[in-house]
């Protein structure tokens, strides 16, 4: 399966964006999806998944309440709306792909992924 993210920007504290992940060559919906971000000089870090058929999600502690996962199996897409975004959720974001199963929040056990999309959160 190939990814593609979309959706990052600049936006002010407080303010909200969409993530999209498109999907191609695979249905998404029988993956387990994944969203993670990275700042530079830190470690790629899990913000949420959603297992295959989107029954189960799973959000790191800092973005539970503000950020939700979802899927749109007719459009093929994984989406992460992202509410009362803060400075310290600047980060490239990142949308993946693996197999049902496994731990969700390790980006060692996805091995697709998306390209990237730049959030930042000014002050």
């Known amino acids: 399966v190939q990814l593609q993210a979309s959706g990052g920007g600049l936006v002010q504290a407080g303010g909200s964006l969409r993530l999209s992940c498109a999907a191609s060559g695979r249905t998404l919906s029988t993956y387990t999806m994944g969203w993670f971000r990275q700042t530079p000089g830190k470690d790629r870090e899990f913000v949420a998944g959603i297992t295959s058929g989107g029954g189960t999600t799973y959000n790191q502690d800092s973005v539970k309440g503000r950020f939700t996962i979802s899927r749109d199996s007719a459009k093929n897409t994984g989406e992460l709306q992202m509410n009362s975004l803060k400075p310290e959720d600047t980060a490239v974001y990142y949308c993946?792909?693996?197999?049902?199963?496994?731990?969700?929040?390790?980006?060692?056990?996805?091995?697709?992924w998306g390209q990237g999309t730049q959030v930042t959160v000014s002050s």
């Open positions: 993946a792909a693996k197999d049902p199963g496994g731990l969700m929040n390790r980006g060692s056990y996805y091995p697709y």
